[in-house]
């Protein structure tokens, strides 16, 4: 036995009395993470299909109708104008919200604290972010969105401060941390409507000249409120929120390496694009793809499924599950082929490999990986690499001086990953979450191509072990027909930042 098998006996039997004995462990299954690390390389799943996918050959047919652009669908964004009604005379007072969660759930928060300082004629403080648990970035709004744009594009709007004045300087995250205070609302309903923060929020403001809401997000409704209202949210998603300008350059620098490997000529720290030959290097700017992948532990953990790391894997997992939501996880409570055959489980780099090789996109496509953390690392990605050998993301494409004024924010690396996917030809993400709504929505309102996995027929077919490469690719190709960014008009209760169709956008 080697000592790393042996080490490896010792962990197994660590994390079963851990598994068993949860409480016993508590103090200290944090402290140590490694203890619990997981040593099986993943391998891959769909060794059939990945075979005849590594040798696949497309034909040139295939490969343009994949890269044209979507045709002239009649929908125009059309949020100009809100035709709203004109800034009151007199503000109502301001209105804070303190946000949480990741880059893209803040952004919704966001446009909602315009909608109600509108409703409610308040002026709106710029809108604080939360360090998220998860994501650990103390980033402000003004160190990832321009400030003075925000305020520029919804000065007809609203009214909007970046800070309080002296007066009401007392109204901090710290005050309303520590006591019940009576300018913070906390019971907002999810999906409140206009009339709640009129007979709640609007009292407030009337008594003090301030009213702080948080808890924030989701908690302004879809459905029933006036077109301007509507209008104004997405002016303030599609138009008024941008990013700042160094992360604005920095993705015009990612974007033209993407878009030209053959100019690449400045010495890089990582890997070049690889320059593939001499006549395709005359073509002009190349097309690209992102994919976003969101595949770290947590998601892994939270989806319950089995995904081919071995019994090891699997221990981790359920003991991530445990100490973080202790057990409290609805999809744990499904075996992994019920999960899959109803399209609950994440596609791994591996299936998403798959699905994209399968779609028709050959071994020469420009691939940029807008991802976090891939849990299992590389071990996983190689596969994905290996059917898409010209995959890049933010660290291959930029110098470590370029990337050092990123480097370990969560938010500015999530917003780089965001503008290079609005860049991008085509878009797909592996998993539906925000990220991916938040594009869908976006891409939609811009009439850009974007792919959306068809999860339960996947799920279906990656179950099916004997399936030959030609049928996987048809029936993945049938399923996919209508899932390249065709319109799809939002429902009652669906989002207007997935939906911009039709409260956004005109019919032609
Ligand atoms: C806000 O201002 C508009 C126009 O000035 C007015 O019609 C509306 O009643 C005001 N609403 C509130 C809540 O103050
Ligand atoms: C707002 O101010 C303008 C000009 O200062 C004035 O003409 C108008 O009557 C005022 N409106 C209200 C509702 O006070
Ligand atoms: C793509 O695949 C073909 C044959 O399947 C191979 O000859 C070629 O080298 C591959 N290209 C890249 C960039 O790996
Ligand atoms: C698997 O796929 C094959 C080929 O398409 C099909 O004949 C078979 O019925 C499928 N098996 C299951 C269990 O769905």
């Known amino acids: 036995m080697t000592v ?25 299954s944090y402290a140590s993470p490694s203890l619990f690390s997981e040593w099986n390389a993943p391998k891959p799943r769909h060794l059939r ?20 652009p979507l045709a ?15 800034l009151p005379n007199e503000s109502q007072g301001y209105l804070q919200v303190f946000l949480d969660g990741g880059l893209n759930q803040q952004r919704m928060g966001i446009c909602d604290a315009v909608a109600v300082a509108k409703i409610l004629n308040a002026t709106l403080v710029i809108p604080h972010l939360e360090v998220n648990p998860v994501w650990k970035d103390s980033s402000s709004f003004m160190d990832i969105f321009d400030v003075d744009h925000f305020i520029d594009v919804l000065k007809d709007d609203i009214s909007i401060v970046k800070e309080l004045p002296d007066d009401f300087a007392w109204s901090t995250r710290e005050y309303y941390a520590i006591a019940i205070r009576a300018t913070r609302i906390k019971t907002a309903p999810v999906h409140a409507s206009a009339n709640w923060y009129l007979e ?26 006036p077109t301007y209202i509507q209008l104004l949210r997405c002016k303030v998603n599609f ?11 920095l993705v015009d620098v990612l974007v033209s390496r993407l878009r030209n490997p053959a100019d690449q000529n400045e010495v890089l720290g990582a890997n070049y694009l690889r320059a593939v030959t001499d006549a395709k290097n005359k073509q002009g700017p190349r097309k690209f793809v992102v994919l976003h992948l969101r595949f770290d532990k947590d998601m892994a953990a939270h989806s319950a499924c089995d995904f081919g790391g071995g019994k090891a894997e699997k221990l981790a997992l ?61 071990a996983r ?43 991008s030809d085509i878009f797909i993400s592996a998993s539906p979450g925000n990220m991916h709504n938040a594009m869908v929505g976006h891409r939609t309102f811009e009439n850009l191509k974007t ?15 004997s399936m030959s490469w030609s049928e996987f690719q048809q029936a993945v190709e049938e399923g996919h027909k209508n899932r390249e960014g065709q319109i799809r008009v939002r429902k009652p209760k669906q989002s207007i930042y997935t939906y911009p169709a039709p409260d956004c956008m005109c019919h032609a």
Request: proline letters at 6%.
């Open 49 to 68: 299909l990945l075979k005849s996918a590594l040798q696949r050959e497309n034909s040139n047919e295939q490969q343009s109708d994949l890269w044209t």
């Open 4 to 28: 790393s098998q042996r080490n490896h006996g010792g962990a197994l039997a660590v994390l079963i009395l851990a598994l068993l004995f949860p409480a016993l462990f508590a103090p200290f």
């Open 318 to 378: 359920a003991k991530y599950r445990q100490v973080i939501w202790q057990g409290r996880v609805l999809n744990s409570q499904f075996t992994d082929e019920e999960l899959r055959n109803q399209g609950r489980c994440p596609l791994t780099p591996e299936e998403i490999g798959l699905l994209l090789a399968a779609l028709g996109f050959d071994n020469n496509t420009r691939l940029y990986l807008a991802s976090h953390k891939v849990y299992g690392g590389e």
């Open 200 to 225: 709640n929020v609007l009292p407030v403001l009337e008594s003090y000249g301030i009213a702080a809401i948080a808890p924030f997000s989701h908690r302004l409704a879809f459905d029933h409120l």
């Open 72 to 86: 002239n669908q009649g929908w125009t964004p059309c949020v100009d104008s809100t035709n709203g009604p004109p």
């Open 381 to 423: 990605i190689s596969t994905l690499r290996n059917l898409f050998p010209l995959m890049e993301d933010k660290k291959s494409l930029a110098s470590s001086e370029e990337r050092a004024q990123i480097k370990g924010k969560a938010s500015l690396l999530a917003a780089v990953d965001y503008y290079v996917s609005m860049h």
């Open 451 to 465: 792919f959306r996995p068809n999860m339960a027929l996947l799920g279906q077919l990656f179950l099916n072990k």
């Open 239 to 249: 138009k008024a929120l941008t990013f700042v300008p160094d992360i604005r350059a």
